[in-house]
């Protein structure tokens, strides 16, 4: 962990951890919670595979099934937060992001990318969140125009390490990552 009073070592710390989290499925950075709101203005969080982390662009990249939940609500608010727990460095990673809903040919690569046996999960029929008859009552096809790339601009960082005395930051990218301390 860096030194008490390194806002900059800290926010490097949490950098490496998403990017870890997008090579090493055993990371807890892999999945994170992703919320949105949805039309209806209620709050809706699941838990999403990490699938890009680009500190010099501020992005986050995750894919998803043009047809989910997750799709409408950032059609109504493209506002979106991730969370992240990482156990054994007692830190906590908060992020706040704009989206950008990526599909089409733009998206090409990211698909070419994707092993055959995971394409099923862009095209589950009936569209995910269906009431179905029973619990094994859908298919999940594989459908190029369901894959959809969530393109997630990072607005802000908020970071609690919980040692024994907690600190806390913030990070805005709009003062180009200075960094604040906050009250844990």
Not at 41 to 63: D, F, K, M, N, Y
Request: aromatic share 8%; proline share 7%.
């Amino acid at each position: 962990m860096s030194g008490p009073n390194d806002l900059q070592a800290l926010l490097d710390e949490a950098w490496r951890h998403l990017t870890r989290g997008v090579a090493d499925s055993r990371s807890p950075a892999r999945y994170p919670t992703f919320a949105t709101v949805a039309p209806d203005g209620i709050p809706e969080a699941r838990t999403v595979a990490l699938r890009g982390a680009s500190r010099s662009q501020s992005l986050l990249e995750v894919h998803t099934d043009i047809a989910t939940s997750k799709v409408n609500a950032l059609q109504h608010n493209p506002k979106a937060a991730f969370h992240v727990w990482v156990p054994r460095a007692l830190l906590q990673i908060r992020i706040t992001t704009c989206v950008d809903i990526q599909t089409g040919t733009d998206i090409d690569q990211q698909w070419d990318r994707i092993p055959e046996g995971s394409r099923v999960s862009y095209g589950t029929q009936p569209t995910p969140g269906t009431p179905i008859s029973d619990v094994y009552a859908y298919d999940k096809p594989s459908e190029r125009d369901r894959f959809a790339v969530l393109r997630c601009t990072v607005l802000t960082i908020d970071l609690v390490h919980l040692g024994e005395r907690h600190r806390r930051a913030e990070f805005r990218h709009e003062n180009e990552w200075a960094g604040t301390w906050l009250a844990p």
